[in-house]
């Protein structure tokens, strides 16, 4: 399974659009790139997906560069519930396959 | 309406107890997931299950038990061997024939008197 990185925390304010960078070095030819985010006492709920170039959607958009070692997720204008524990994932997209839940980056937004 | 639903919410046990945690699914999915989480902590997972009557370990299955009888049914059973329960644990779902988005249920926070 390939390993990802994320800073441990962020903090932004209300207004500005954030990005919070994923490392995954070892990525497979078949991974896909997925991001969760989690708000206290809940459990994770899906934000995006995306295998190359760029996604997006209504929340937010992911960036993969030509490499697919890192990618990056974009919040745009981000506001005060926002703030959540945001989670990078690297895997198959196919086949019914556990996946790991790594630390993820807390997203701390300020008014 | 389709989703996770898990209980109790919190629950507690005694020294010696075992204890049992529900998860059901209505979204037909194949796959389900047991995942403990502790304060300030990632997820960490326990048991899952790809099909109904099999089941994995995962990283941290030792002190927990699981059943997969219904498709819709994957209770966790946190038995007395589990020294250190105190936690919060997550069941999820996925229809692993299609991308691997997982699908959460509300959590039950287990604590120890």
């Known amino acids: 399974l390939a390993k990802t990185t994320q800073p441990i925390s962020m903090d ?3 207004g500005q659009e954030v990005n ?25 709920r899906f934000i995006i997906q995306g295998y190359k170039t760029k996604v997006t959607n209504e929340v937010a958009s992911l960036f993969i560069p030509a490499d697919r070692k890192s990618s990056t997720l974009s919040l745009p204008r981000v506001s005060l519930s926002d703030t959540a524990v945001y989670y ?23 008014p | ?3 996770i639903t898990q209980s109790p919410k919190y629950l507690f046990r005694k020294e010696g107890q075992n204890v049992t945690l529900s998860c059901e699914q209505n979204l037909n999915h194949d796959a389900m997931y047991w995942y403990r989480q ?9 048991y899952y299950s790809q099909i109904v009557n099999d089941f994995q370990k995962g990283d941290i299955a030792e002190g927990y038990s699981v059943s997969r009888e219904k498709k ?9 061997a589990q020294k250190n329960p105190t936690a919060f644990y997550l069941c ?6 299609v991308q691997e988005t997982q699908y959460f249920g509300p959590g039950t926070r287990l604590l120890v008197l």
Request: net charge negative; proline share 6%; aromatic share 8%.
């Open chain 1, 12 to 14: 932004s304010y209300e």
């Open chain 1, 20 to 44: 919070i960078t994923c490392s995954h070095n070892n990525i497979a030819t078949n991974d896909y790139i997925t991001w969760y985010q989690q708000f206290p006492s809940q459990g994770p």
């Open chain 1, 88 to 110: 990078c994932l690297v895997g198959p997209h196919t086949g019914r396959r556990a996946l790991t839940f790594g630390s993820g980056t807390r997203l701390q937004v300020q």
């Open chain 2, 1 to 3: 309406d389709g989703g």
């Open chain 2, 38 to 46: 502790d304060p300030g902590q990632g997820l960490r997972l326990i």
């Open chain 2, 72 to 80: 819709e049914s994957f209770p966790l059973t946190v038995t007395s």
């Open chain 2, 92 to 97: 999820a779902s996925s229809n692993g024939a």
